[in-house]
């Protein structure tokens, strides 16, 4: 039986007769419009979805932003290390040559433009400051004269700011710490305290009232206590009332004018303070009287 290639006329049009009656065509048009529909594709709210461009720019932003904020405080952190590097070899200012103030001053300039134009904090301020270094004539006689005698040791310096819950001043006080070997402990044997007043004059000048300078902590050395009172007898009731009258001795002066007497001795008692963070403080006495540099130390009683 031979196979033709194309399906014979008869069974075709037989198959396809149902196009030419109008009812089937009805339906078939009928099925194909729900074909259609069954198979057409959901319709799908459009959503305006904003361009990703504005919200990356403000975290490009502020990944720049944070990014300047770090390198800014690695460099200050630097510069505050090249200004102490500067200073470490003066003996807080005993010892120093041309070249070496030339090399603080700029170092302090370097670290003083960071800070320059803010208000003072006084809630930072309020602490314990230990002196690393100052050209101050009237502090660098101290070291001096405890280079010249060998009969006065000169110990730690240190500024003690009372002002944190204030809002234009306080009360400072310059704590020396000194002693005569053989009759007080070493370095620590006795303390100078000069106290005084201050008040905000401006967003970095304060003025200070000098009001007292005393001499109290004593504390004597094994020693004079040995001779006051030997060990090997028993001790009398005189020798005790002795070593507790030195040993809680204190002496007071009233200061009667500002700048009269040590620290900022400078023309209405003026002080600029240039630098200020929570571990270093910098101040130049106004009207040449000097530079000083300050790092935070552990608050002491006094």
């Not at 170092?107 to 433009?113: D, I, P, R, W």
């Not at 044997?189 to 905000?200: E, H």
Request: proline share 5%; glycine share 6%.
């Amino acid at each position: 039986m031979e196979l033709s290639p194309f399906p014979s006329s008869t069974s075709y049009f037989t198959r396809n007769t149902n196009l030419h009656d109008p009812n089937n065509i009805n339906q078939s048009q009928f099925t194909s419009t729900r074909r259609r529909r069954e198979i057409s594709p959901i319709s799908i709210p459009r959503v305006n979805v904003k361009s990703p461009s504005s919200r990356s720019s403000v975290i490009c932003l502020s990944t720049a932003t944070t990014t300047t904020t770090k390198i800014d405080e690695f460099e200050l952190e630097s510069k505050k290390h090249d200004l102490l590097r500067a200073i470490q070899d003066t003996q807080r200012g005993l010892i120093t040559n041309p070249n070496q103030r030339s090399s603080i001053e700029e170092a302090l300039v370097c670290v003083e433009g960071y800070d320059a134009g803010t208000e003072i904090d006084l809630k930072k301020l309020d602490g314990t400051w230990r002196l690393q270094y100052t050209s101050a004539s009237d502090v660098v006689v101290l070291f001096e004269s405890a280079q010249r005698f060998p009969f006065l040791q000169v110990g730690q310096i240190f500024q003690k700011f009372e002002c944190r819950n204030q809002t234009d001043g306080g009360v400072v006080r310059n704590v020396v710490q000194w002693s005569i070997p053989s009759l007080l402990e070493e370095q620590e044997g006795a303390t100078l305290l000069v106290s005084a007043n201050f008040s905000v004059v401006s967003k970095r000048n304060i003025y200070l009232e000098f009001e007292e300078i005393s001499v109290q902590n004593i504390k004597i050395s094994e020693e004079l206590q040995a001779w006051i009172a030997p060990a090997v007898l028993p001790r009398s009731y005189l020798s005790l009332q002795i070593l507790q009258f030195l040993q809680t001795f204190k002496a007071a002066v009233p200061v009667s004018s500002p700048g009269r007497y040590v620290f900022w001795r400078s023309a209405g008692g003026l002080y600029y303070l240039s630098y200020l963070d929570n571990n270093m403080l910098l101040g130049r006495a106004v009207g040449g009287g000097g530079v000083f540099v300050f790092t935070k130390a552990q608050p002491f009683l006094l």
